[in-house]
């Protein structure tokens, strides 16, 4: 036993020397790939307020344990608040040293001012959408699921950016209609508003869970995503996407107040419109563009810690790297797109699976007929359904989170040719609703039919042959499935109803992704007009 025991403790310590030496060997193959990081450490001109940065974060891990009472004062919502404007205003009179024009105290104190401003109004519209969900999630699944606040702001986000959407299709979106909404997103449950705000200040966070390093990374993540926030206070994003695409549609539906016609289903950019439509402030539109990263790092360390089982400290350093992760930075403030918003509730989704299988298997009963079933799965397929509903009007790809979710679902330990079933029954169905037209190949993929043939005959096998292994296992599964597609669908409609309007045409792919701002083309069109062109000559 004793030697098994070393021979374990010397493989562990090969691989981390392993390990290390691998990240060394990766670390300067990707510096010497990218010089641009190399010329940006030989430059720093930033090391005064690193090192000011460096002393607030050690002071604030050194007074919990030498100054508890101080530390009491930083450990509220208000505290964290005040601590990120001290940074805010560092980062901006260290910045304005480099600038060629003139600037003095008094200016970096208005800019700050700008920067608290905008991060109050973007907190409230969140705490607004945190309040209706809350309220949502009371009446409809506190039997079902425990209650997190990621879910009440999911749901409130769902119902705000649904409420827009249908503004703008009677033309009537403006800062008047969408304040009607958000007061009716506080007056559905005032009491607990106030309550929110009151525990959200003044309340101790539960920081006992940290390490003095674990509170170090959370700064250095804190102090990160300011650079990055004050950063997108500009009149418009950087970014080439961001600023044709998806702010521009936010910008076209806010000064038109209806609906844009064209372009694939665009939530994320009804969701970043809330600033431009609210206060007419670029730079609230790209906050709520930058609030989409936010929700996604705080689902993520949700996920880390109540499904991944991490402990703080660990949850704390996965999301910092992930954040601090230059393609993820990237979209913090050049490229201001949704995708971030499109993961936050793709994690939400996950979440509420993984939650909902727990509790499914607790009160699951040997034998279930089916109004059983339905009435086990119904509470869990609606919040699922919602979720990747609302994801697929963010963007399609979504879609294969959808056949994710399915393999899982007929993944069992005793029955699992069920995910196999699900994997044949997803293909069949992307085939054979042309939704891989999406891409543009369809007409490349010569043997499309066949494999659509063949993937329905190999899931109808399948699945009789799980059916036959385990009928109500399998009638379980596909209910649940069935149930989850269907509220999906439900909450994509409108965006359906609408391609159907700007098509007026019932394809799939139209139906999906709405119709082309331009003339639509293809590879056989283009060689179609360059020959014409050669001709005419």
Known sequence: MVE?????????????????IWLFVLGLDYINKHPAYYYSLSYFRYTG???????????????????????SYINTGIGVFLVGVLISFLIIRSNSELVSFENNTSDHLHFTSRVVASAIQLFLIMLLCRNVGAFIF???????????????????IVLMVLSMFFLAMFGVLNAYSLLLVLIVFLFVNPIQFYQSIGSTLFKQLDT????????IILFTLLSFLLVNYISIHTPFPSGFDSRNY????????????????GFPPYNGSIFIATGLVLFDQSHLAHGMAFVN??????AAYTFARQILKYDADTSAIIITMVGVTPAIANQMF???KVDFGLLFFQLLALFCLLNGFKKIKKSQQPRDNFKDILKTYLPYSILLGVFIGYGLGIKMINLFLLIVIFILIGWEKDNRILSIV?????IAVFLFGGIDTISGLRQYHLSANYVAMAAALLAIISFAYAFIKSRILALRRVVFAGLITIFALMVFSPWAVKNYQDTKSLNPKKMLMGSSTGPEMSLAKIKKNYRNAQKNK
């Open 246 to 261: 998806y702010v521009n549609i936010s910008k076209l539906l806010a000064s038109s107040g209806s609906i844009v016609q």
């Open 422 to 426: 699900m994997v044949f029954a997803s």
């Open 4 to 20: 098994k025991a070393k021979i374990r403790s010397i493989v562990n310590i090969l691989v981390w020397v392993f390990a290390a």
């Open 49 to 71: 307020l690193v090192v000011q940065l460096g002393i607030i974060a050690l002071g604030i891990g050194l007074s919990r344990k030498y100054l508890p009472k101080f530390f």
């Open 334 to 336: 050049v490229e201001l």
């Open 208 to 215: 006992k869970q940290f390490s003095m390093a674990g509170l």
């Open 293 to 298: 990263i936010v929700l996604a790092l705080l």
């Open 138 to 156: 009371s009446k409809c699944f506190s039997k079902t699921y425990d209650a997190h606040f990621i879910i009440d702001i999911g749901l409130g």
